[in-house]
Every structure is written in C-alpha cells, then in structure tokens.
C-alpha cells in the first residue's frame, strides 16, 4: 500500500501506510458549491434531500456524465436507499414507541390491582392473562 490524497494534502508515518483505515467523509450542503469536484458528486448522489431527476441533471450538466438506462436506474437506487433507511428508522421508533407504552400502561395496571388490595399472586395471573406475558415478565412487573 502506499500512501495517497486525492484532495488536500498531508504526511503519514511510513511505518503506518500499510494499516488499513476507516475514511471518513463529512457531505456537505447539497444545493452549495464544494470545495472539490468529488465532494460535490457524493454531497449530489448520497444526498437524501435531492430527487433523482435532480441527481441526473446534475450529472449531466455539471459534470457531463451521459444518463443511460442503466444509470438512470442507479442514480434512482440510491434515493430509493436513503427512503428505505428513513422508513427502517421510523417502523422501529414505533416500535420502541408501542413498547414503552405497553410497558407503562401494564406497570399502571399493576398499580390500580394493588390499590384495589388484590395479592401479588393475583394481579400476576391476570397480567400474565390479560397482556400475553411469561412468568418471568410478569414478575418483572411486579417488582417494579
């Protein structure tokens, strides 16, 4: 391995050239010039914000690139990509949102059984019955 920059400049140790390292690119705003033709390609294309009609007028005018088929279909994958991300991130913050909630309103259950002065025993038959639970999350309920 050698050591190289392809935008900006800077000295590594000869001794670590040949260490594998993790790149880290921050993207900048979209809609502005960067500062290097690369940076403003990946902050066009990985751009979660810009449609892909946008990403292939930008391809084609600012740096003119033909729009085939085949990378009209590319460029369209990667917006697909960032929505399929964004969609995985809200289904799971239900998710967790449900859980929580679930949580919360079988701790109140718990409450009001007990201010009710029914046993331990009893209120966790009917929790166990009521939200579908094993013992073991029963109990938990119970102690909390």
Request: charged fraction near 30%; proline fraction near 1%.
């Amino acid at each position: 391995m050698e050591e190289s920059y392809l935008y900006g400049s800077g000295r590594t140790l000869r001794e670590n050239v040949d260490l594998l390292q993790a790149v880290i690119v921050n993207l900048g705003n979209p809609e502005e010039a960067a500062d290097s033709p690369i940076l403003r390609l990946m902050n066009v294309l990985l751009s979660s914000d810009i449609g892909a009609g946008e990403k292939q007028r930008v391809l084609q005018e600012e740096f003119r690139i033909a729009m085939t088929m085949e990378l009209e279909e590319e460029v369209s994958k990667l917006g697909s990509l960032s929505d399929g991300i964004y969609d995985r991130g809200v289904k799971e913050g239900r998710q967790e949102g449900i859980k929580e909630g679930l949580g919360q309103g079988i701790e109140g259950a718990v409450e009001l059984l007990r201010e009710s002065g029914l046993e331990d025993q009893v209120i966790l038959e009917k929790i166990m019955g009521k939200y579908h639970l094993t013992l073991e999350m029963a109990k938990q309920y119970l102690s909390a």
